[in-house]
């Protein structure tokens, strides 16, 4: 398998997800503004949508679109427990808090990170982004250490991936003290810290 990614990007989430599962892959690094590969190659020839992430399987089929990637990996060894079986109420819990993540915390930061967007407007999804993280807070309070419960799955890599850009658009996350704590949790873990040295985020 291939991950075509960008630094920090939200492909650092299936990143984290392959090395968790002891996947065999490669990485191909994406410049997401020129929308070019490492060695000059058009990436809208790898991905019309023209943004990370992209897994290539084996077969050569690519599939696009984080949250699919992550549960297809994830599926692929159920043993690792990273999503539970398809038809349960836990699987439910999950796609939910997945599908809430992509739409209303996801979405939301790239008005933020857009350098055309005015001022106002950026203010204007911040505070979307806090009362969304306020909501994410509260799923806490019952002192679970990860998002859905007692056990790291595809959310929590994805949560991660999503609180670590506060820091780069202004935002402390020390608001949100369970979410500061998870993010702690989970940068703590081999796996998680292996793609961020992958990656160039944090020194070799």
């Not at 930061?109 to 979307?128: H, I, L, Q, Y």
């Not at 810290?193 to 944090?202: C, D, I, R, S």
């Amino acid at each position: 398998m291939k991950l075509y990614y960008s630094p920090g990007a939200c492909s650092l989430a299936p990143h984290i997800v392959l090395r968790e599962l002891g996947a065999e892959f490669t990485l191909e690094k994406v410049d997401t503004r020129a929308h070019k590969l490492a060695d000059g190659g058009d990436f809208y020839a790898v991905n019309p949508k023209g943004y990370v992430p992209v897994l290539e399987l084996d077969d050569g089929d690519r599939l696009t679109e984080g949250v699919v990637i992550q549960q297809y990996l994830a599926d692929g060894k159920p043993d690792a427990g990273l999503a539970p079986p398809r038809g349960t109420k836990e699987r439910r819990k999950l796609e939910e808090w997945l599908v809430f993540l992509t739409t209303e915390v996801h979405k939301s930061f790239s008005p933020v990170f857009n350098p055309a967007s005015a001022d106002d407007v950026k203010a204007a999804f911040k505070e979307k982004i806090g009362e969304r993280l306020n909501l994410v807070e509260n799923a806490f309070t019952d002192g679970r250490p990860f998002l859905t419960g007692d056990t790291f799955t595809v959310a929590d890599a994805y949560l991660f991936t999503l609180t670590n850009w506060t820091k780069f658009v202004g935002m402390d996350l020390g608001r949100w003290p369970s979410l500061q704590n998870h993010a702690a949790r989970v940068a703590g873990r081999p796996a998680v810290q292996a793609a961020l040295k992958a990656e160039g985020l944090l020194a070799a």
